[in-house]
């Protein structure tokens, strides 16, 4: 179902899957969308470097309060790594900071990339990019690098579910790899670009990135960012509803009349027993999400996030 919920219609409410173009910030993306929408209540899960291209995840009215749940879910890059050239963002926006002999290149075999993407794959411990955003001291850490500061960032733990070459091109002292990756939120794929260079003593880094998934959403089902500004599709065409978007991250949990109010009111509920306890989408009887909540292997459910059914822009 697409659009608003009946309760909503005053405000658009929802999720949007925006295709980015490249060349924009994801706040970029949010403040366009704000116009297009003519609300303010607009939000975004998961940065997109201006370099980056697809699925950005978008948030408008009360639906925003979904987005810290869109956040964590898994992730699906399509992506070209150079080797044979390292940059100091590890990207292809980067100055050059190495570039290895054409010789060694151009005699590294398919296996030792292979290799090296093995090892780059399943639970891994990953250092972001020193121009990435997280934060040191209050700081971004792209903020300290371009002024000039040493940055130290500590590996974090990541999972790289899948990371596929579809296709190897080789050029005098260069090797481009056309790959798909799979992987967990928070996995920064510049370095995996930078890691597997590294690991064949030749540098690396990343010249395209396109994420076409985030969690159950696809890019195949995104709305490009000029359709929406430009007015030849409109952002409540092209909503999901709130109920939808949240079915499909969640199991749905479906109350009756009562408990949907006491669970409005921010009451305790007691149920059966789930097949799988943890975070639900709770939808009243008439279709409307009421809260995301945790539900025990007991039976008790408590609210995690609250959906007010009208909220004041």
């Known amino acids: 179902m697409r659009g608003n919920t009946l309760d909503d219609v005053s405000q658009p409410n929802g999720i949007l899957l925006v295709d980015k173009p490249q060349g924009l910030t994801s706040h970029d993306v949010v403040a366009r969308v704000r116009r297009a929408a003519g609300t303010r209540k607009v939000g975004h899960a998961g940065t997109l470097d201006p370099m980056a291209t697809g699925l950005l995840i978008i948030g408008v009215g009360t639906a925003t309060r979904l987005l810290t749940h869109v956040v964590g879910t898994g992730k699906v890059y399509e992506a070209t790594i150079r080797l044979g050239e390292a940059t100091v963002t590890d990207d292809a926006e980067g100055e050059l900071t190495e570039k290895a002999d054409a010789a060694v290149v151009d005699v590294i075999v398919e296996d030792a990339v292979a290799a090296g993407i093995r090892a780059l794959t399943g639970p891994i411990e990953q250092v972001p990019s020193t121009v990435s955003a997280i934060k040191v001291d209050g700081k971004r850490a792209y903020a300290r690098a371009r002024a000039g500061e040493t940055v130290e960032l500590k590996a974090r733990p990541v999972t790289i579910d899948a990371f596929d070459v579809s296709e190897l091109r080789r050029m005098p002292g260069l090797i481009d790899l056309d790959v798909r990756v799979a992987c967990s939120s ?21 010249t395209m990135l396109r994420r076409s998934a985030v969690g159950p959403f696809d890019v195949v089902a995104a709305t490009p960012l000029d359709a929406l500004v430009s ?7 092209v909503l999901l509803a709130p109920t939808d978007a949240a079915s499909l991250l969640f199991p749905r949990l479906e109350l009756d009349v009562q408990q949907a109010v ?8 007691q149920v059966d027993a789930p097949a799988v306890p943890g975070i639900h989408a709770a939808v009243a009887p008439d279709g409307r999400l009421v809260a995301l909540v945790t539900v025990s292997a007991t039976g008790v459910v408590r609210v995690e996030t609250g959906f007010p059914a009208v909220e004041e822009d």
């Open 262 to 269: 006491d669970l409005g009111h921010g009451k305790k509920l």
């Open 231 to 237: 007015g030849e599709v409109a952002v409540a065409d």
């Open 186 to 206: 928070g996995t920064y794929i510049r370095a995996l670009a930078r890691d597997l260079g590294a690991g064949l003593g030749i540098g690396g880094h990343l």
